[in-house]
Nanobody, 123 residues
Framework: QVQLVESGGGLVQAGASLRLSCAAS????????MAWFRQAPGKEREFVAG????????YYAESVEGRFTISRDNAKNTMYLQMNSLKPEDTAVYYC????????????????WGQGTQVAVSS
């Protein structure tokens, strides 16, 4: 079983940057596809970015393409989300998730979730 813990959230002004981290424990991190999701108040949870366990192929939601960068360091069992040019509409709780198996990462069924970290962007 994988345990995931997010960190790095906070309150920033529009245009600023933040880097979120997702630390994994429990073993097998390098064999999981990893992803970031977010949920804003009153909205459904949405896929933000994902990275495959092999080949490091990445996927991004259209709303963050070109501003956010997902990466992973398997030696540190950690995944990151570098968020630049933040906008008020990026305000949400950000969750990291892990999955195995095959499929399109944005619609894959994720097995493990973190508790979330709050990101708030003021205008």
């Amino acid at each position: 079983q994988v345990q995931l813990v997010e960190s790095g959230g906070g309150l920033v002004q529009a245009g600023a940057s933040l880097r979120l981290s997702c630390a994994a424990s429990g073993g097998g991190f390098s064999t999981y596809h990893m992803a970031w999701f977010r949920q804003a108040p009153g909205k459904e949870r949405e896929f933000v970015a994902g990275i495959r366990w092999i080949g490091r192929m990445t996927y991004y939601a259209e709303s963050v393409e070109g501003r956010f960068t997902i990466s992973r360091d398997n030696a540190k069992n950690t995944m990151y989300l570098q968020m630049n040019s933040l906008k008020p509409e990026d305000t949400a709780v950000y969750y990291c998730a892990a999955a195995r198996g095959s499929g399109y990462l944005p619609t894959l069924s994720y097995d493990y979730w973190g508790q979330g970290t709050q990101v708030a962007v003021s205008s």
